[in-house]
């Protein structure tokens, strides 16, 4: 998972470190969740019963900023094929920034910034660029917020001046479960050059997973004697589980490389779409 892109699109690339930045904590009993708004406005920690869930900076090396914490993907997901797609009969080309190919949009590498805090919630906002990195604009939004042992994360985008295809989307980085509940209905199929998701859908294989899958129910984390149950009404879903230490599960709007697979949502200018993620402790 890497990101150079390149001297007209930032700085700061997903191959890159990316310090946690100053922390922002919201509490309620006994879940906190630290909120990094400087490191791709991502959720930094998260603790509940004073267990840590998500892989944090520095563990097991992972200082770069695609590979902790759990973090925002907007306004594309996962990876655009060769960083080219066609929209509204005009072809478009995002810096390739992971083996060729444009990966995970640009919201989890920018700064957001606050527009609203609480003891148990934060909002924050982030102008998309209209630049090389994306050529649309737009606004993306978030807002985190905690009840009881209840997390509920919201993701928007709202197009401004330009219409604009989105698909959104989290890559949390949870450590590694002792086991995974997860029955989808169906998984998409990959290429076998690139490995990135294609059509048709197919059976679903065992794992491990590096893969996109059609799942409309319940994902449930055991570990260390906890339960953690994950909905949301994404019906696509990335589960990549091959490392030994972590294990992210990444309800989304559309699939991978959904512009070349036409299945990205379209906003007209002033039309927002959004998207929900909840996490639950029993």
Same mark, same amino acid.
């Given at each position: /998972?890497a *990101?150079?892109?390149?001297?007209?699109?930032?700085?700061?690339?997903?191959?890159?470190? /990316?310090?946690?930045?100053a922390?922002l904590?919201?509490?309620?009993?006994?879940? $906190?969740?630290?909120?990094?708004?400087?490191?791709?406005?991502?959720?930094?920690?998260?603790?509940?019963?004073? *267990?840590?869930?998500?892989l944090?900076?520095?563990?097991?090396?992972?200082?770069? !900023?695609?590979?902790?914490?759990?973090?925002? /993907?907007?306004?594309?997901?996962?990876?655009i094929?060769r960083?080219?797609?066609g929209f509204?009969?005009?072809?478009y080309?995002?810096?390739?920034?992971?083996?060729?190919?444009a990966?995970?949009?640009v919201?989890?590498?920018?700064?957001?910034?606050? #527009?609203?805090?609480?003891?148990?919630?934060?909002?924050?906002?982030?102008?998309?660029?209209?630049?090389?990195?994306w050529?649309?604009?737009?606004?993306?939004?978030?807002?985190?917020?905690?009840?009881?042992?209840?997390?509920?994360?919201?993701? $928007?985008?709202t197009?401004?001046?330009?219409?604009?295809?989105?698909?959104?989307?989290?890559?949390p980085?949870?450590?590694?479960?002792?086991?995974?509940?997860?029955?989808?209905?169906? /998984?998409?199929?990959?290429?076998?050059d690139?490995?990135?998701?294609?059509?048709?859908?197919?059976?679903v294989?065992p794992?491990?997973?590096?893969?996109?899958?059609? *799942?409309?129910r319940?994902?449930?984390?055991?570990?260390?004697g906890?339960?953690?149950?994950? #909905? $949301?009404?994404? $019906?696509?879903?990335?589960?990549?589980?091959?490392?030994?230490?972590?294990?992210?599960?990444?309800?989304?709007? !559309?699939?991978?490389?959904?512009?070349?697979?036409?299945?990205?949502?379209?906003?007209?200018p002033?039309?927002?779409a959004? !998207?929900?993620?909840?996490?639950?402790?029993?």
């Amino acid at each position: /998972m890497a *990101n150079d892109t390149g001297a007209t699109a930032g700085a700061i690339g997903a191959a890159s470190p /990316m310090a946690p930045g100053a922390l922002l904590t919201i509490a309620d009993g006994d879940l $906190s969740v630290d909120i990094a708004p400087e490191a791709g406005g991502r959720i930094a920690q998260i603790r509940c019963d004073g *267990n840590e869930q998500l892989l944090g900076h520095g563990e097991h090396g992972a200082t770069a !900023a695609i590979a902790w914490g759990s973090y925002p /993907m907007v306004p594309w997901v996962g990876r655009i094929r060769r960083g080219r797609f066609g929209f509204e009969g005009r072809g478009y080309t995002l810096p390739a920034d992971f083996e060729g190919h444009a990966i995970h949009g640009v919201g989890y590498l920018l700064p957001w910034q606050v #527009t609203e805090q609480s003891p148990r919630h934060v909002v924050l906002e982030l102008a998309l660029p209209n630049d090389a990195r994306w050529p649309f604009g737009g606004v993306a939004g978030q807002r985190i917020e905690i009840d009881g042992r209840q997390l509920t994360m919201t993701l $928007s985008t709202t197009a401004v001046e330009h219409a604009m295809p989105v698909a959104m989307g989290w890559h949390p980085w949870f450590r590694k479960p002792d086991r995974l509940e997860f029955a989808p209905d169906a /998984m998409y199929s990959r290429d076998a050059d690139d490995g990135i998701t294609a059509l048709p859908l197919q059976a679903v294989r065992p794992g491990p997973w590096d893969d996109c899958f059609v *799942n409309r129910r319940e994902v449930v984390l055991h570990r260390d004697g906890q339960r953690l149950r994950l #909905t $949301s009404a994404c $019906s696509d879903w990335v589960v990549y589980d091959v490392p030994g230490f972590a294990t992210c599960v990444e309800p989304q709007t !559309a699939p991978p490389d959904a512009f070349n697979l036409g299945l990205g949502l379209t906003l007209q200018p002033g039309e927002t779409a959004s !998207a929900r993620y909840v996490l639950a402790w029993d």
